[in-house]
Nanobody, 127 residues
Framework: QVHLAESGGGSVQAGGSLRLSCAHS????????MGWFRQAPGKEREGVAY???????TYKDAVKGRFTISKDNAKNTLYLDMKSLPPSDTALYYC?????????????????????WGQGTQVSVSA
């Protein structure tokens, strides 16, 4: 069983920054991808960014240039650095992990029940 635990969420004013972390247990796939997703009240979960085993990254258009996804394999931790936050970034942020061949299929839909998920960390941005 793979465990993921997000942290680093909080309340910030518009224009502020946050760093989210996702500590995870060992992932046994030969090639795995990890990503960040978010769900705002009344909206569906959406993909924000993901990173492949070779560190190639992909971002949702709305966050390009403001968010940076990275990982530290030695620490088994995934990060999401967020800056210039507007209120529209307010959401519950989740990290997820899955085999890359499967991850790329469902990333754009925002959810897969075959992936491993954390419990989420709340990000609230006030105007």
């Amino acid at each position: 069983q793979v465990h993921l635990a997000e942290s680093g969420g909080g309340s910030v004013q518009a224009g502020g920054s946050l760093r989210l972390s996702c500590a995870h247990s060992e992932l046994r796939y030969d090639r795995f991808c990890m990503g960040w997703f978010r769900q705002a009240p009344g909206k569906e979960r959406e993909g924000v960014a993901y990173i492949m085993d070779d560190a190639t990254t992909t971002y949702k258009d709305a966050v390009k240039g403001r968010f940076t996804i990275s990982k530290d394999n030695a620490k088994n931790t995934l990060y999401l650095d967020m800056k210039s936050l507007p209120p529209s970034d307010t959401a519950l942020y989740y990290c997820a992990a899955d085999a890359c061949w499967r991850f790329r299929r469902w990333w754009s839909s925002g959810f897969s029940d075959e992936a491993y998920w954390g419990q989420g960390t709340q990000v609230s941005v006030s105007a």
